[in-house]
């Protein structure tokens, strides 16, 4: 696949699009809707997996897994998580496929196999879970449960995105279970800022933790709170969501436990998540129109070396030089890539590391053998340098430290020089159309002001941020008297 | 849940069942066939699949993800492969609810959203994986292709068993595509040995590598490898499979590739898998009538330490002693467990900690406390032992990895001594009646004995060895000549 060159500026969605396919990350599937995550893009979703996975596991958190389908009448138990969610799902209503009598060798759905009743592919697991739960709890002792799932999940969407927006997606549901309401508070509040320590160290995206308006919320949550990333072209993304969920799932599916006095009481419930809808977060945080910029942390390569060399006595050579080094940037955990294809010319893998974001890339030709050097190239700031090889493995491994910093900090510059304090509804318009990134501005509170704002201009609220200044003011759009600004944006 | 005490003599169906769910490694769920993996449970399919995964990446496989759905029509395009699954495929039907108008808070299925083509739900994913290699392939320099992937599958069951046989179940599916049949056999081959190596060392579960016989083999493979084992009644189990599918998919979704002459052929394939059935293998290989047994290999608690004490005195005195050595026996990688639970005695502990099969189980009491020493107990034998603390974590690593021999070696024994060479008819029916485990008999190689035995015993051919010895003989069933023993049984 040739990359075709279309930049940021000149059309960032054809861009994106453009990126995670000849970056190898995702492509489109035969399945509406659906896509292949490439090996080189899961490879970067297995990291990020793992990364997450240690912060749940030191969290107190342990895996389980639970079904992929949910009974209706089981989904419709939750009636405000049902409604949220009935529009898109994908629903089971046979279980066998027959001979097509009419069609030499094709199949066609056996009318006899129908289900007495259908079954919903999972688009969240709430439902299934609290079933399950009630059978797990019946006394405090067996308080809290703290339970992760890896899954796949199903929301039928019309206008789909590779990575952003598919009808299958991949993420991770953590749903807890716990005695009091103060306790499921303080956890929905501790995955959220696990969520921002990952995504600023390891993603290198600085996000903007808060509360979702009453209209955002997850459909069944009593308060939900994210993290809100910006992308390059001023949009906002929420990157991963907590929802603190009241007794509403309980009661639904009347999950009670004795208290230490004996008494039967409802139990308290949180769901949390993020899913492959942070890759799509990466690329347009930190990509350029050369392709992807991954950070150091998550880059399944972090290092590639490209010998530059003519005949089998010269790429000896180059071996024999860089054979002990690669050992020990392995030995201290960085990964290595010697690319010694004979089929591609040095030009070559040069674009297509660059394409793929690899962080540092070395160059070493005759002459560096001559002098004891090596060129080595970063992918974020295109810098090249010479650097001689004594000691290289500390100057690489203090390279990619660096360079993790740099690209965070460069994100973190871009979303602080794009939240924009207005005051007026003029400056609100034109700050969204001109300039766009957050605006924060004064605000009614009522659901009627948002969707009217909404309607306007397509900003939504992202969130209320946690410690939000109080401050008197009055509301940019109604003119009503405001307690506090809140934080809104154009939004994938 | 109380143990309910079934022996494995009394019933060993029920004692599998039962052992399942009393050391919470899984459930029933409400969605018939579907299985709820508990935390317990899945912690152990965890270290499998860590295990396995550095398997796949040492042989050069990178993991990708694909569709859970395949559209019908690509699903029925390999027509052996699809008729093999027809029967149990779960089908899309309709991607949305609605509000059901004769049924307060209920929802129904919109029938306005019934989709053009009907969707399956995977049961394995040949048929959209290489839909999609179609894509990836165009010269010999595309391959080979070595991709696995961790999913999960549905095949629509009516009778199904805890991780033996259910409508969903989690696996690893390897997809690869070659430029010659010499290299997708080898491959093939590779895979069965990856298998085995890790059921030995990991599982330590003795495996018998074979060829699967024409009748028995995955629906569009030319050639299926396999490993059986013997669970403890004396029934096979067939733990994993590797198929060599010939260029049936390459034909089917006509994927060619151009050799380095320029001319095009066909590609050949491979596909490989183990799935959550290798849990129940897990349990009916090593386990006893008090519960759980695993190998420290696969142990997601290897030691678990109890004290025995009376008031926090005593508690402190014994934290005090054990602190530094449980400290050391992690540094070494070894999980461990203090369990200090005030809510239950050690009597309670024991018996759940033997439920749940870890494999070290450490008691220190007051007395143990004066004198230097601790009690060590085995799961495993149930062997009882006072230590002194002298170099106690030394101990105890020898100790983890003398009974991973030992469990392995109890197993291979049992297995040998269940492998019984018979002559004639009689034989062959006496020793799967009274004796059980594999039956070593000649067959005259057709598909109609082999279909015969089967109805008059529920004995299949479970494999053809590896290097299977060439003998004259004649078929037990039919008296015809043979040319070598094949090995018989009754299966799981």
Redesign the interface.
């Known amino acids: 696949m040739a990359f075709e060159k279309v930049t940021r500026e000149q059309d960032y969605s054809k861009w994106y699009n453009n990126l995670v396919e000849d970056a190898d990350l995702a ?1 489109h ?3 509406r809707g ?6 080189y893009g ?2 970067i ?2 990291k990020m997996q793992a990364e997450l996975d240690r912060r749940f596991k030191e969290t107190g958190h ?11 009448s ?3 138990a939750e ?1 405000k998580n ?1 409604e949220g969610f ?14 097509d009598p009419d069609s030499e ?3 066609r ?1 056996d009318p006899n196999a129908k289900l007495e009743e ?4 999972r688009p969240t697991s709430e439902a ?1 879970i609290w ?2 739960y009630k ?1 797990w709890i019946q006394s405090y ?1 067996d308080l809290p449960i703290l ?1 992760n799932q890896w ?2 999940v ?1 929301r ?1 969407e019309m206008r789909t995105r590779l990575f952003l927006r598919t009808a ?1 997606f ?1 993420w991770q549901e953590g749903h807890t279970a716990h005695a009091t309401k103060q306790e499921a508070i303080a956890e929905t509040d501790q995955m959220v800022r696990v969520y921002e320590e990952f995504a600023r160290n390891i993603l290198a995206i600085p996000t903007i933790m808060g509360h979702k308006t009453e209209s955002e919320r997850f459909a069944g949550a009593d308060d939900t709170l994210c993290i809100e990333g910006l992308m390059q072209d001023g949009k906002a993304l929420q990157m991963g969501t907590s929802h603190f969920l009241g007794q509403n799932f309980a009661k639904a599916f009347d999950v009670k436990y004795a208290t230490k006095e004996g008494k039967l009481e409802h139990v308290w419930a949180t769901s949390w998540g993020v899913s492959t809808r942070l890759m799509g977060a990466l690329v347009m945080s930190h990509s350029d129109d050369e392709g992807l910029v991954l950070p150091p942390n998550l880059a399944p390569i972090q290092v590639v070396i490209v010998p530059i060399y003519k005949g089998l006595d010269q790429l000896e050579a180059v071996t024999d030089k860089m054979d002990p080094i690669i050992k020990n940037l392995r030995a201290r955990g960085i990964s290595v890539k010697f690319d010694i294809r004979d ?1 591609h010319k040095p030009g070559f893998k040069f674009a297509e590391w660059e394409r793929k974001g690899v962080p540092v890339r070395i160059a070493i030709g005759q002459r560096d053998l001559e002098n004891g050097t090596v060129e080595v190239a970063r992918r974020d700031t295109k810098e090249k340098n010479t650097y001689e090889l004594t000691d290289i493995e500390n100057k690489i491994e203090n390279l990619l430290a660096l360079m993790q910093e740099d690209i965070y900090t460069k994100a973190l510059n871009f979303r602080d020089n794009h939240i924009t304090l207005v005051n007026t509804w003029e400056e609100f318009q034109e700050v969204l159309e001109n300039k766009g990134g957050f605006i924060s501005a004064h605000w009614n509170g009522t659901t009627e002001t948002e969707e009217k704002i909404k309607q306007a201009t397509k900003a939504t609220i992202r969130c209320i941020p946690f410690d939000n200044p109080q401050e008197d003011g009055v509301c940019v759009f109604s003119g009503k008297p405001s307690k506090e600004r809140v934080l809104f944006a154009k939004a994938y």
Chains 1, 2 share one sequence.
């Open positions: 492509q599937s035969s399945v659906c896509m292949v995550i490439k090996p899961y490879a979703w297995e342990e895996n389980a897994y639970f079904p992929l389908f949910v009974p209706k089981l989904f419709e009636e049902a009935a529009k898109e799902c994908a629903v089971v209503t046979h279980y066998r496929l027959e001979t060798g094709k199949l759905v259908e079954l919903i592919v299934i079933n399950t059978g002792r339970v899954a796949n199903v039928w299958e991949l089929t």
